[in-house]
C-alpha cells in the first residue's frame, strides 16, 4: 500500500496515525474516568494518573507529527457521492477534533504543572512546567479538560456514526478508504 496519500486514498501513514490516535483517545478518556475516582489505597492510584499523563504528553507528539504529516501529504479530495453539506460539516468536525485534541492535552499538562511540577514520561524523560506555580490554575484546567476531553467522545461518535452512515445507508468508499480497503466501486472514485 502507498505511503502518502493522494488524489483519491488515503495513504498507510495516514491511517496508521488515525486508528492509533483514535484508540489512544478512547482509552484516555476511560482511564481517565476511572482514574478520579481511586481511593489513596488503591494499588493503581500513583500508576494510573502516571500513565494517562505519559500516553498524553506522547499523544501530544503523535499529534504533532500526524498535523506536520497532513502539511506534507494532504488528504484526498471528497467523494463525488459527498453532498454539499456533508463536505461542510467533515470539514468543521474534522477541524473540531483537532482543536479539541490539542486543548485537552495542553490543559491535562498545565493540570499537573501548573504548582511547578514536571512530568514525568514513563520515567524516560521529563517535560518542565512553562508556568512554575500559578495558583488557581489548576482548578481552571481541569475544568477545561473534563469539558474538552467530553466534547472530542461526543464529537468523535457523531463522526463515527456519519462514517458508517456513508458505508451502510450511502454504500460509498469514505470509511473503506480509511480503513485502506480497495474502492467498492472503481467508477466512483473520480
Ligand atoms: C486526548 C487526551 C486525553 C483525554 C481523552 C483525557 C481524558 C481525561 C478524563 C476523561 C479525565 C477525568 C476528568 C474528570 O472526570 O475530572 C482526565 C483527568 C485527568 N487528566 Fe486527562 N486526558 C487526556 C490527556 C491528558 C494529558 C496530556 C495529561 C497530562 C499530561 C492529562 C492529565 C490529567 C490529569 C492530571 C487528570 C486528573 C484531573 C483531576 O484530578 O481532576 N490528561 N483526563
Ligand atoms: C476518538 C476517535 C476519533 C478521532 C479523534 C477521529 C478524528 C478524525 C480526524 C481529525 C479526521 C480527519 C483527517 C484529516 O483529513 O485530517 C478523521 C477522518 C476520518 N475518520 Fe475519524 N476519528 C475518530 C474515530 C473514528 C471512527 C470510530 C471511525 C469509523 C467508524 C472514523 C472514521 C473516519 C473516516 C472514514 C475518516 C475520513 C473522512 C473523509 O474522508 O472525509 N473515525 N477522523
Known amino acids: 500500500m502507498q505511503l502518502r496519500n493522494d488524489s483519491q486514498r488515503f495513504g498507510i501513514i495516514t491511517i496508521a496515525l488515525h486508528w492509533l490516535v483514535a484508540m489512544t483517545v478512547v482509552g484516555m478518556f476511560a ?19 502516571h500513565l494517562h499523563r505519559s500516553v498524553g504528553i506522547l499523544l501530544f507528539l503523535v499529534m504533532g507529527a500526524r498535523l506536520l504529516w497532513r502539511l506534507i501529504s494532504p488528504p484526498p479530495k471528497a467523494l ?5 453539506w456533508e463536505k461542510v ?15 485537552a492535552m495542553i490543559s491535562g499538562y498545565l493540570i499537573t504543572s501548573a504548582d511547578g511540577s514536571a512530568i514525568d514520561v514513563f520515567n524516560w524523560f ?20 473534563e469539558i474538552a476531553t467530553w466534547a472530542i467522545i ?16 450511502d454504500r460509498d468508499d469514505t470509511l473503506r478508504r480509511m480503513l485502506g480497503k480497495a474502492p467498492r466501486d472503481p467508477d466512483n472514485l473520480s
Open 31 to 49: 482511564l481517565g474516568l476511572y482514574m478520579v475516582d481511586l481511593t489513596y489505597y488503591h494499588d493503581w492510584y500513583r500508576s494510573a494518573p
Open 154 to 169: 461526543i464529537l468523535a461518535g457523531v463522526h463515527a456514526l456519519a462514517a458508517l452512515k456513508h458505508h451502510l445507508l
Open 126 to 145: 521529563a517535560v518542565p512546567s512553562m508556568t512554575g506555580d500559578q495558583k488557581g490554575l489548576e482548578d481552571l484546567a481541569g475544568d477545561i479538560h
Open 89 to 103: 460539516s467533515a470539514h468543521l468536525t474534522h477541524w473540531a477534533l483537532y482543536l479539541l485534541l490539542f486543548t
Open 80 to 84: 463525488p457521492t459527498h453532498q454539499p
